[in-house]
């Protein structure tokens, strides 16, 4: 069965750094989403994306915070100045286009510790 | 922001009863839900889904209901199996407004005791 995929799986990183979280979408699939989940707390969404551009992003995806589709099958997060309250898991999701595909499917995550 | 809301942080069913997991919303634009389950140190995984016009979805052993009048939804997992105890999350979104993104709710932790 086809799933989202997502590396790596944990990223420890110095405040300040920058850090890129890599995901693999499921391959027929065109609409692609960020969340997060710092612990303790809901998953949140953080930014969609469609078409090669963004589609809507949450108020918590500000200037520090990019996504690219660099080729046909990635699709990246970048932080480009890493605090500390960015320390989270981060999942991907993807869905595919279509009457009956309202269905987002979630990577297993990347767990982002910022130090 | 409680725009959905899940009251019971955990729940403890005896295997082959009925586990009933309850979810709340505020937002009168949401128009889609869905139920995942998440176990420790993964992502969320799709369990089933119910759009605003339909009262109740059923798959396998797994019923979805809503009462939009309530703005109320429910799962249901019979007969609940000790593989059934993981973190569940409802979420919502208005894609009939254009808006795609998930509103998730703080999650259940079901138990079920063998």
């Known amino acids: 069965e086809p799933e989202v995929t997502q590396t790596p799986s944990h990223q420890v990183t110095q405040m300040g750094q920058e850090v890129i979280l890599r995901c693999v979408p499921i391959s027929n699939h065109l609409y692609f989403y960020w969340y997060r989940q710092i612990l303790g707390q809901k998953v949140e969404f953080l930014v969609s994306f469609y078409n090669n551009e963004i589609s809507e992003k949450s108020e918590i995806f500000d200037d520090q915070f990019s996504v690219e589709r660099p080729d046909g099958s990635n699709f990246t997060l970048k932080i480009r100045s890493t605090k500390l309250e960015d320390s989270a898991m981060y999942f991907c999701a993807s869905r595919a286009e279509g009457i009956g595909t309202d269905t987002q499917y979630f990577g297993p995550g990347t767990r982002l510790t910022v130090l | 922001d409680q725009q959905v809301k899940q009251n019971s942080p955990s729940l403890s069913v005896q295997e082959g009863r009925i586990s009933i997991l309850n979810c709340d919303y505020t937002n009168s634009m949401f128009d889609y839900f869905l139920w995942y389950k998440k176990y420790p140190a993964e992502g969320p995984t799709f369990l089933i889904s119910i759009s605003s016009i339909k009262d109740k979805n059923e798959d396998g052993r797994f019923t979805v209901f809503l009462n939009k009048s309530a703005k109320h939804l429910s799962l249901h997992i019979v007969p609940s199996q000790p593989g059934d105890s993981a973190v569940y999350f409802c979420?919502?979104?208005?894609?009939?407004?254009?808006?795609?993104?998930?509103?998730f709710g703080t999650g259940t932790r079901l138990t079920i005791i063998p």
């Open positions: 979420a919502a979104s208005a894609r009939g407004f254009g808006n795609e993104k998930l509103t």
